[in-house]
T-cell receptor, first 113, second 113 residues
Framework: GENVEQHPSTLSVQEGDSAVIKCTYS??????FPWYKQELGKRPQLIID?????GEKKDQRIAVTLNKTAKHFSLHITETQPEDSAVYFC????????????FGRGTQLTVWP | DTAVSQTPKYLVTQMGNDKSIKCEQN?????MYWYKQDSKKFLKIMFS???????INETVPNRFSPKSPDKAHLNLHINSLELGDSAVYFC????????????FGDGTRLSIL
């Protein structure tokens, strides 16, 4: 099955700086790559996703890039704010294995004011 | 209106007891999931149902038994609870199998005494 690796596991930035979280995947048949944000004590919430026919997608301060050849994708947050502090999860669809998303182990982002 | 609702939100019980968690979605989705999130925040898929049929059954002890009476409901029954079952259990739903956004419920925090 698919294997998704996520780095770094923790990330601390100053308010206003940019943050980048990177993920790699193993199954070249994967086509769907969502990113979830989970605030403390809350549910994971989809913040942005990208499909394999697109190389980059942007939504205000967040953007996702995808390199299918290298099998990696990244989340970029610009002008970070304290409310961006959360655990972020990347995921990839099962590709050859239908029916599930494979999640990375999460990145704890802390934005210091 | 809550899209994916789980009950109860908190469950505190003793080792050896049997308990159930209920999940309902009003999004009209065909696929529902159960995830376990341990203290290290890893989101581990347990089960997935599509149109009331089991499509994913990860290596979960058979003390855990899911049941989907209809497309909008997916319940989880746990027999003979053990200390290691303490975790947050999330229900989720999606409109397709694997390659669609998943919407999570607020989670059920299970604590075993």
């Amino acid at each position: 099955g698919e294997n998704v690796e996520q780095h770094p596991s923790t990330l601390s930035v100053q308010e206003g700086d940019s943050a980048v979280i990177k993920c790699t995947y193993s199954d070249s048949a994967s086509n769907y790559f969502p990113w979830y944000k989970q605030e403390l004590g809350k549910r994971p919430q989809l913040i942005i996703d990208i499909r394999s026919n697109v190389g980059e997608k942007k939504d205000q301060r967040i953007a996702v890039t995808l390199n299918k050849t290298a099998k990696h994708f990244s989340l970029h947050i610009t002008e970070t704010q304290p409310e961006d502090s959360a655990v972020y999860f990347c995921a990839a669809d099962g590709g050859s294995t239908l029916g599930r998303l494979y999640f990375g182990r999460g990145t704890q982002l802390t934005v210091w004011p | 209106d809550t899209a994916v609702s789980q009950t109860p939100k908190y469950l505190v019980t003793q080792m050896g007891n049997d308990k159930s968690i209920k999940c309902e979605q009003n999004l009209g989705h065909d696929t529902m999931y159960w995830y376990k999130q341990d203290s290290k925040k890893f989101l581990k898929i347990m089960f997935s149902y599509n149109n009331k049929e089991l499509i994913i059954n990860e290596t979960v002890p058979n003390r855990f038994s899911p049941k989907s009476p209809d497309k909008a409901h997916l319940n989880l029954h746990i027999n003979s609870l053990e200390l290691g079952d303490s975790a947050v259990y999330f229900c989720a739903s999606s409109s397709g199998i694997g390659d669609q956004p998943q919407h999570f419920g607020d989670g059920t925090r299970l604590s075993i005494l």
